[in-house]
């Protein structure tokens, strides 16, 4: 794969493939998406195919402006005043798609609803402006692995079947946007992300609850995901056999073979930028398991926690 430098001129480049029905990794402030032309049935296919990821499982629509989403999704008042102060950033709705939206019925699972958002990246939103459509960009991972924060993630898991990604370095956030649906009365979280439940809560007041609605309602919330090669283990205070630690805090517990500190200072933003950068760097053939210690359900925590609930998940 061609790991870019980002220039106009490969920004261009990235473009014209996307155009071309091609799929290009990029970044965005959450993790690198992997970008195709949302507007053909062709380029959303490769996605799935490449991924290997079940087919009603919908993807994300990026765009690069709030008129470019209203031709895609029926926005009302309280869709309206979240997009307005949160795009863009790390925040997907999902809302009833529009009568006439260019987007494939592939991109969405076939349901009526469409999840969308504007990144808060200048690459991204270059690509999206160049291609001028909008792009579906799920994570670039093969599905069920962990997210890629870092282009060489990319080209880790991709290698020659994926033809180039755009480099722009660590990612920001580092895990991926908040899914809310507002298809209902009540505003539902379908994914904690990069946007705190607090953030969503203090502007749309009480939430709906996600467990059994919010599994129907996005298929792609597989409970194993995000998942290292090793085994994960949660709530970690000392070692259990030949382990390494993914710690959060001051003083973390010794006697693991090594150890990464998401934040030292218990900052959970700077945690979350780390999550999976140190999942890639902790996960090794040579161990018994990845102890992970707590980590507090609040902020950022929360998205934190369900990555990391999920790689811990029994696979199948
Ligand atoms: O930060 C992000 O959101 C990244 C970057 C690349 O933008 N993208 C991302 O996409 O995480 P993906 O495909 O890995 O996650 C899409 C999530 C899934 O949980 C899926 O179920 C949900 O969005 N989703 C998409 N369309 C939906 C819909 N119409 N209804 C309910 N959930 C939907
Ligand atoms: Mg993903």
Same mark, same amino acid.
């Given at each position: 794969?061609?790991?870019l ?6 920004? !261009?480049?990235a473009a ?8 290009v990794?990029a ?5 690198y ?5 949302a ?7 490769a ?7 079940p ?7 990026h765009?690069?402006?709030i008129?470019?989403?209203?031709? @895609?999704?029926?926005?009302?008042r ?7 102060? =949160? ?7 999902? @809302?009833?798609?529009? +009568?006439g ?5 592939q ?5 009526s609803?469409?999840?969308? #958002?504007i990144?808060?990246?200048? &690459?991204?939103?270059a690509?999206i402006? !160049?291609? /001028?459509? *909008?792009?579906?960009? *799920?994570?670039? =991972? ?9 282009? @060489?993630?990319?080209d880790t ?8 990604v755009?480099d ?5 956030v580092? &895990?991926?946007?908040?899914? &809310?649906?507002l %298809?209902?009365?009540q /505003?539902?979280? $379908?994914r ?6 607090e ?6 007041g ?5 467990s059994d +609605?919010?599994?129907?309602?996005s298929?792609?919330?597989a409970r ?11 709530n970690? $205070?000392e ?6 630690l993914?710690?959060?805090?001051? =003083?973390? *517990? ?11 200072s ?6 979350a930028? =780390? ?6 760097? $902790?996960?090794? %053939?040579?161990?018994?398991?990845? !102890? ?8 950022l925590? !929360?998205?934190?926690?369900? #990555?990391?609930r ?5 696979r199948?």
């Amino acid at each position: 794969m061609a790991i870019l430098k980002i220039t106009p001129d490969t920004i !261009a480049e990235a473009a014209r493939h996307i155009r071309a029905g091609g799929l290009v990794a990029a970044p965005t402030e959450t993790v690198y998406g992997l970008f195709a032309d949302a507007t053909s049935a062709k380029a959303v296919s490769a996605v799935y195919d490449l991924k290997g990821r079940p087919r009603s499982s919908p993807l994300i629509i990026h765009v690069a402006s709030i008129d470019m989403a209203r031709q @895609l999704a029926e926005f009302d008042r309280r869709s309206t005043y979240l997009v307005q102060r =949160n795009w863009p950033g790390p925040l997907t709705l999902v @809302l009833n798609a529009k +009568s006439g939206s260019p987007v494939v019925s592939q991109a969405t699972g076939g349901l009526s609803t469409v999840a969308i #958002r504007i990144p808060d990246h200048p &690459v991204a939103l270059a690509l999206i402006e !160049a291609a /001028g459509r *909008p792009l579906a960009a *799920p994570s670039a =991972n093969r599905y069920g692995k962990l997210s890629p924060t870092d282009a @060489l993630h990319v080209d880790t898991q991709f290698g020659r079947s994926l033809a180039m990604v755009l480099d722009g370095g660590k990612t920001r956030v580092g &895990v991926e946007s908040t899914v &809310v649906d507002l %298809t209902g009365p009540q /505003g539902i979280i $379908l994914r904690p992300g990069g946007i705190a439940t607090e953030v969503i809560e203090a502007a749309l007041g009480s939430l709906g609850t996600a467990s059994d +609605s919010g599994a129907q309602r996005s298929p792609g919330m597989a409970r194993s995901h995000y998942a290292p090669g090793a085994k994960v283990r949660l709530n970690a $205070l000392e070692p259990a056999g030949t382990e390494v630690l993914l710690a959060f805090g001051p =003083n973390p *517990p010794e006697g693991f073979i090594e150890t990464r500190n998401l934040s030292e200072s218990g900052d959970l933003k700077e945690a979350a930028a =780390n999550l999976f950068e140190y999942l890639h760097l $902790l996960d090794r %053939t040579d161990i018994d398991a990845i !102890a992970v210690m707590p980590i507090p359900e609040k902020g950022l925590g !929360a998205a934190i926690n369900d #990555r990391l609930r999920r790689a811990a998940a029994p696979r199948y």
